[in-house]
């Protein structure tokens, strides 16, 4: 069992049902392979709106001794939607999305399950398994734009090496997220 990237046409209808903050979310993990967690904590010093980066220490990271922090390139549609968030002072440590920073990650009214909301709002299937003693596995999570980010990327011609580091992976693992039909 794995994570199955989002088509264009499942991103497109994503974003067609979510709100402001669900829309960047949703361009941080398919144009900048953020995970949902990493997404939520970010201030705007972690946004660079003249160079067009966005710099961050990812969280399953940032307890290892040489944990990097990664630089990624902000897509023209990403910078779009994070120029549309409402900004409550121009502070580099408020946090972006204030509303969602403190929600916990897991449960029907955390992240996790907002998301998958708007999945059903899209009309996506997620491809749910339920094995027998286990809880369901979802195919199509918000961990799949981490997967929707890599096969991009790969279908784009964009070097191993380069997926790997703007993917924050210090191992071959950015290999299982490839999908060559997204």
């Known amino acids: 069992m794995s994570r199955e990237p989002f088509t ?31 997404a939520t ?7 660079d709106l003249e160079q067009k980066t966005i710099t961050y220490l990812p969280l399953k990271k940032a307890r290892l001794p040489n944990a990097s922090k990664v630089r990624v390139p902000i897509h023209p549609d990403l910078l779009d939607a994070l120029l549309h968030l409402p900004v409550d002072g121009r502070s580099p440590d408020a946090p972006i999305f204030p509303g969602l920073k403190d929600l916990p990650s897991s449960g029907k009214t955390g992240l996790s399950g907002r998301f998958l909301a708007i999945l059903e709002r899209a009309k996506i ?6 094995r027998p003693g286990s809880r369901k596995f979802q195919a199509k999570t918000f961990h799949s734009l981490r997967h929707t980010f890599v096969s991009l990327m790969a279908n784009s011609g964009v070097t191993q090496e380069l997926r790997k580091e703007l993917a924050g992976h210090s191992s071959d693992v950015h290999r299982t997220y490839t999908d060559r039909k997204s």
């Open 125 to 130: 299937d997620t491809m749910p398994i339920r």
């Open 41 to 47: 904590s970010l201030t705007w010093r972690n946004v």
């Open 8 to 38: 264009v046409e499942e991103l497109k209808a994503i974003l067609a049902v979510a709100n402001t903050d669900w829309k960047a979310m949703t361009l941080l993990g398919a144009y900048a392979g953020m995970r949902l967690r990493d």
